[in-house]
């Protein structure tokens, strides 16, 4: 029995550092990395930030300008979906690397709910898996967003109101459709990967897009990289927009993968995104060129 006491002893001590331990409050949580805006470089374009309205939103919205009086072209950009980066403000510099050089304004709408703009969230509206007829209202709302800054833009800035192209990917592509449909104010339009994350999986967004499509008269270039989740999207929306009397014409990139963070799923997708921009920017600069002399 007095040897069997040890043995206790060493248990009871270790059981009453169990329970001091239990006792001790949690280690501090380190918080949550938070998503970083693009940060500019020395040598990007300066811009602007100013605010308008649609409705009772007022919305907020990049203008890079060239160098001179103007005015100038116009290429409007609409930048995808950027979920869970919503409220990040994102002037979107690598299209202003390429196109305010070139000699043409830049104007990049912050829609409903990104950036400082007033309104929902497209991920506290609508969120990731619906894609039924609230989800195409959504993005014919974010539509009509950008349509009204272009018609603050041709009251505010130098640009030349006859030579306003749109540009559009992924979200955007779809938002560019949608707009243009509805606009007449287009001198051409520029399509990366419109709606192909979704067109596969939300009927109503495909049978929106080929009704905007056929509204569509002015020239229209669409480009897909042939691995993107699908290249209908892209190919549909042209095809539609030719039949129904517009010069559309179609661009499909080979393969591409980003070269750090490859998406198993649609990894041609990311081709539209600042990593792929020297396999396209050549095709961009001539379409505007040639749509805006």
Not at 211 to 236: F, H, Q, Y
Not at 264 to 281: C, E, M, N, Q, S
Request: with cysteine.
């Amino acid at each position: 029995m007095p040897r069997a006491f040890p043995a206790v002893f060493a248990l009871l001590i270790v059981g009453m550092m169990l329970s001091a331990a239990a006792q001790q409050p949690p280690a501090a949580q380190q918080p949550p990395a938070q998503p970083q805006a693009p940060q500019p470089r020395p040598d990007d374009p300066p811009h602007e930030t100013f605010f308008y309205k649609n409705g009772t939103l007022e919305l907020e919205a990049y203008f890079f300008k060239p160098t001179g009086a103007g005015p100038f072209p116009l290429v409007v950009y609409n930048h995808g979906s950027r979920a869970n980066q919503e409220r990040l403000e994102w002037p979107v510099y690598y299209i202003a690397r390429l196109v305010v050089p070139a000699g043409y304004a830049l104007l990049v709408p912050e829609r409903r709910g990104y950036g400082k703009s007033q309104g929902a969230t497209f991920t506290e509206e609508i969120g990731p898996d619906e894609r039924g007829q609230r989800f195409v209202d959504r993005l014919a709302l974010e539509a009509a967003d950008v349509n009204a800054a272009v018609d603050y833009a041709k009251k505010t800035f130098p640009i030349d109101p006859k030579r306003i192209v749109m540009q559009g990917y992924s979200f955007g592509g779809i938002v560019t459709t949608l707009a243009a449909a509805k606009s007449t104010s287009l001198r051409a339009i520029v399509n990366q990967a419109p709606g192909a994350l979704n067109w596969d999986k939300s009927p109503e967004l495909r049978t929106e897009l080929i009704a905007a499509a056929k509204k569509i008269r002015v020239p229209m270039l669409c480009m897909a990289a042939e691995n993107d989740l699908t290249t209908e999207s892209a190919r549909v929306i042209c095809a539609t927009a030719k039949a129904a009397g517009a010069a559309a014409a179609v661009k499909i990139y080979p393969p591409f993968t980003h070269p750090t963070n490859p998406n198993p799923r649609a990894p041609g997708h990311a081709l539209f995104a600042p990593i792929g921009v020297d396999i396209w920017k050549q095709d961009l600069l001539d379409f505007l060129a040639k749509q805006t002399r």
